[in-house]
């Protein structure tokens, strides 16, 4: 080596690759920026943090369910950036923590006194009035309490089946009775079929919510006659959600996918996030129940499931706290066209989505469905909605013509829609 000059260190493989999964937190990332952003409308920014929260769902069902899954299996191979799957779970712990702290930041310290200068308040019970009060109450005793079903763990009643990302309350309980055993956990399932937030009558011509769960957490005494609450929490369980199937040893793909979508709702916990207010204890007992290391438990400092704060974008009627709706253009044939065939004899369409209007695309699939000259129509579909035009019209288009369908069963969480429309297709000779 000539004097003056040093060799220059060989960078690591990890300072030059960006891995599938960190790849993945910088998008959410992004979105998250939507939401701290305060030059986009303030309900808009709530819409980008539950659609964080969304996103991050996924990411522990499906990404580190199957780093975890892996790691069970025995596999611990170097990724192509070098590092092992253990160092990537580990890296992907350490900034999903951060993540997480960092949306509940936005939560509390941007976005909640930024929708109360508003006039759109998210109240605790203690800042209600009487009218409110009694307003909830009754909602809850109508519409809540019939739904619950109060459950106390012990030898007899062993811990429920908590189903994937439902909204749950644990209670640490005390026998009144003197002489009794130690503190005993009970749970209660929040409902799915209702909303997250109910919407409370407000004097002052604000738009008040609270929580469900808090209504529920605050009737809690009344379900648990006998026993006195000495603390109580909010939590959520994440499962693996990925399906484990061989597709070359399945008979049928759409029965083996159906029958795994069952196991779904059921799999092993990866993550459990829980109220940051919550008691060690209950901490403790529900970790040790859902056999998760501490690294994977998510403490909250607000609302346990964030994505539902969307809610409060589609219950909002202020209009002006929210992008301009967006009209795209309608695809407009030329006067001399007879159809859309006609149009298309004369010139190519290019349509550019969401830009261009997808009416066009809808309009030519229902058009081929009527048109007698039209004998053969072949169709891909990934996914579609629950009352999808295009599969009405290749229903209604296979009693005349032949029509061929290929149908994405493992369409990630469409799984079930689209195997439902599957088999109405077979069934009506597609």
């Known amino acids: 080596m000539r004097a003056g000059i040093m060799r220059k260190e060989p960078q690591r493989a990890q300072s030059l690759f960006l891995s599938r999964d960190e790849s993945w937190l910088g998008f959410n990332r992004r979105v998250l920026e939507e939401a701290e952003d305060a030059s986009n409308p303030l309900l808009e920014r709530v819409k ?9 769902d996924e990411f522990f069902e499906i990404r580190i369910a199957g780093m975890l899954q892996r790691i069970e299996d025995g596999y611990n191979d170097a990724s192509p950036d070098g590092a092992t799957l253990r160092e990537s779970l580990d890296a992907m712990k350490e900034e999903t923590q951060r993540f997480v702290a960092d949306q509940y930041r936005c939560w509390n ?69 003197r002489g009794t055993a130690g503190p005993v956990l009970g749970v209660l399932t929040v ?11 407000s004097s002052n011509g604000s738009e008040d919510f609270i929580f469900l769960a808090d209504l529920i957490e605050r009737n809690a005494g009344g379900m648990y006659r006998g026993y006195e ?20 040893e399945s008979r049928s793909l759409l029965e083996t996918v159906r029958a795994e979508l069952h196991n779904r709702r059921k799999g ?15 901490v403790d007992r529900l970790r040790v129940n859902f056999e998760l290391d501490e690294s994977l438990v998510y403490h909250t400092d607000g609302p346990v499931n964030l994505s ?9 009627s202020r209009s002006e706290l929210k992008f301009k709706p967006f009209v795209p253009r309608e695809l407009r044939l030329n006067r001399k066209s007879v ?40 169709q891909t579909l990934y996914r579609t909605s629950a009352d999808s035009p295009i599969f009405q019209a290749l229903t209604e288009a296979a009693q005349t013509k032949e029509v061929t369908a290929v149908v994405e069963l493992t369409a990630r969480f469409d799984e079930a829609s689209n195997i439902r429309w599957a088999r109405d297709l077979e069934d009506a000779g597609v």
């Open 191 to 201: 409902p799915r079929a209702l909303p997250r937030f109910v919407r409370i009558p």
């Open 339 to 378: 159809d859309l065939f006609d149009e298309i004899r004369h010139r190519d369409i290019l349509l550019h989505h969401p830009y261009d209007s997808y009416d066009g695309v809808v309009g030519f699939i229902q058009a081929g469905a009527r048109d007698p000259k039209v004998v053969s129509m072949k």
């Open 48 to 56: 980008f943090l539950a659609i964080t929260a969304s996103n991050l």
């Open 109 to 177: 310290k941007e976005l909640l006194p930024a929708m109360r200068a508003e006039g759109i308040r998210v109240l605790a019970w203690e800042e209600m009035d009487e009218e409110a009060r009694r307003f909830a109450t009754d909602y809850y005793q109508r519409e809540v309490d019939p739904l619950l079903t109060p459950i106390t763990i012990d030898p007899a009643h062993p811990f429920p089946r908590v189903l994937n990302k439902a909204m749950c309350l644990a209670l640490l309980l005390r026998r009144k009775r």
């Open 229 to 248: 609450i000495l603390s109580r929490a909010a939590f959520r369980v994440t499962r693996n959600s990925n399906l484990y199937f061989q597709e070359e």
């Open 268 to 282: 092993d916990a990866v993550r459990l996030e829980i109220d940051s207010q919550a008691d060690p204890e209950i």
């Open 308 to 316: 539902r704060t969307m809610t409060l974008y589609d219950s909002s």
